[in-house]
């Protein structure tokens, strides 16, 4: 399933499905792209993070890939299970703003057993 | 746990009540935040302390008022609130302002203003 950031806030897929959430950034100039997740009651935690001068990464199931040309940024999930329901939020930084961090609004991944 | 704990997690209070909210820190690092998460809508960074220093107040209502004794800590003192104040307030601490990257968060402290 896929969503796309802001404009769908709720993803819901199918246990072992691949997960794809997407997040438009708003500044070119953002150099560094980070995606937290936010399980209920919880604070944000840390997934995945990706520098400006590379086009993907790979973590542990999840995936991050950047396209400068558009401004878009997407962390794919592999073998979603039930423990990946939560909020994930995009934050990019901006150097030329003392290093600002700006967040998207987060789209909520739900898992259906 | 993620080395940084706030306290409450829960609170209620009047328009007209002084309250705080408190964050500390276990990880060493030298630069705090406090954001606020609204339903919504994304998180709005309020406050910054490096090396207990502000470097950034986000054009936050004076009725917030933030203080950093030292790295560890950090503290949020609430007066004469609004009911749209209610929101998740979220402490958050990093080795360094900005570059670093990451954000080790706390689990919030839900605030409701009645």
């Known amino acids: 399933g896929e969503s796309v950031g802001l404009h769908l806030p709720t993803l819901s897929v199918q246990e072992g499905d691949n997960s794809i959430i997407n997040c438009a950034y708003s500044?070119?100039?953002?150099?560094?792209f980070i995606w937290y997740k936010q399980e209920s009651g919880k604070g944000p935690q840390f997934i995945i993070d990706?520098?400006?001068?590379?086009d993907k990464r790979q973590g542990q199931r999840v995936t991050v890939l950047l396209n400068k040309t558009v401004k878009h940024l997407s962390l794919q999930i592999a073998a979603t299970q039930p423990g990946d329901s939560a909020v994930y939020f995009c934050?990019?930084?901006?150097?030329?703003?003392?290093?600002?961090?700006?967040f998207g609004a987060g789209t909520r991944l739900t898992v259906k057993p | 746990e993620t080395g940084v704990t706030q306290t409450p997690r829960h609170l209620v209070m009047g328009m007209t009540n002084k309250k705080s909210l408190k964050c500390e820190q276990h990880l060493g690092h030298n630069a705090m935040y406090w954001y606020k998460q609204s339903a919504k809508k994304p998180l709005e960074l309020m406050f910054v302390?490096?090396?207990?220093?502000?470097?950034e107040n986000n054009s936050v209502p004076s009725r917030f008022s933030p203080e950093c004794p030292n790295s560890s800590h950090l503290f949020l003192h609430l007066h004469t609130l609004q009911p749209e104040d209610s929101a998740l307030y979220l402490c958050a601490s990093s080795s360094n302002v900005g570059r670093s990257g990451e954000l080790f968060f706390g689990e919030g402290s839900r605030l409701t203003v009645l």
């Open positions: 934050a990019e930084i901006r150097p030329y703003n003392n290093n600002d961090m700006r």
């Open positions: 302390y490096n090396f207990k220093e502000q470097t």
């Open positions: 990706i520098r400006s001068n590379m």
């Open positions: 500044n070119s100039a953002s150099d560094y």
